[in-house]
């Protein structure tokens, strides 16, 4: 079992949709991050957050919204989504200070955009 | 800027064999983390081990053992005695230890373990 959860595990939505995926954990980290996965390709950062702030926003759209109520908790919110934002999306955390800290993956959400 | 390269997209190895996956990297800093993930077809990423750049001992854990060649700039990956269960999509990658800790991942080696 992994420490950090996601919900749901699958999630399929129309384009005019709004929802949400879920993120939590419980390890004390103070970073979290979100990725989104094509099929047989690495993870794309899609945004960083530390200390409960945003800290890094890779050119993400903006029908992709993240937030973090808590040092615990990270949402990423979905509205008006395109087929080819079909993927795989992966929350993650971890230790900030320190040395290079790793990254602690969820199972993920595969969303399917119709 | 810092890239990971990872020339063997799929790599077969049979039961009880050694494998080794093979990473390259190129960085400017001096302080930096390499690390390896396994990926099974279920889509879990699963954190395996870590090597800092300062560290003078290969690391290993269980299994797995990292070979760290600094000059070289590669980090291979070794698998001791597979199993069917090691089938997966493996990532190589690396953090530059900001204040984000962002990492850059390889393109990832596909490994099948063969009975």
């Known amino acids: 079992d992994t420490e950090v959860t996601q919900t749901p595990k699958h999630l399929v939505m129309g384009m005019t949709n709004k929802k949400s995926l879920k993120c939590e954990q419980h390890?004390?980290?103070?970073?979290m991050y979100w990725y989104k996965q094509k099929a047989k390709k690495p993870p794309e950062l899609m945004f960083v957050?530390?200390?409960?702030?945003?800290?890094i926003n890779e050119s993400v759209p903006s029908r992709f919204s993240p937030e973090c109520p808590n040092s615990s908790l990270l949402n990423l919110h979905l509205h008006a989504l395109q087929p080819e934002d079909s993927a795989l999306y992966l929350c993650?955390?971890?230790?900030?200070?320190?040395?290079?800290?790793?990254?602690?993956f969820g199972d993920g959400t595969r969303l399917s955009i119709l | 800027a810092q890239k990971i390269t990872q020339t063997q997209p799929g790599m077969f190895v049979q039961e009880k064999e050694a494998v080794t996956l093979d990473c390259t990297y190129d960085?400017?800093?001096?302080?930096?983390?390499l690390f390896w993930y396994k990926q099974p077809s279920s889509g879990e990423m699963i954190f395996l081990i870590y090597?800092?750049?300062?560290?003078?001992q290969n690391a290993t854990e269980g299994r797995y053992s990292l070979n760290f060649q600094k000059a070289r700039k590669s980090a291979n990956l070794v698998i001791s005695a597979s199993q069917l269960g090691d089938s997966a999509m493996y990532f190589c990658?690396?953090?530059?230890?900001?204040?984000?800790?962002?990492?850059?991942f390889g393109t990832g080696t596909l490994l099948a373990v063969q009975p």
């Open positions: 993650a955390s971890s230790h900030i200070t320190g040395r290079h800290q790793p990254q602690h």
């Open positions: 390890m004390g980290h103070r970073a």
């Open positions: 957050y530390s200390y409960e702030k945003l800290s």
């Open positions: 960085t400017s800093d001096q302080s930096y983390g």
């Open positions: 090597q800092g750049s300062y560290d003078e």
């Open positions: 990658a690396m953090s530059d230890g900001g204040a984000t800790n962002k990492l850059i």
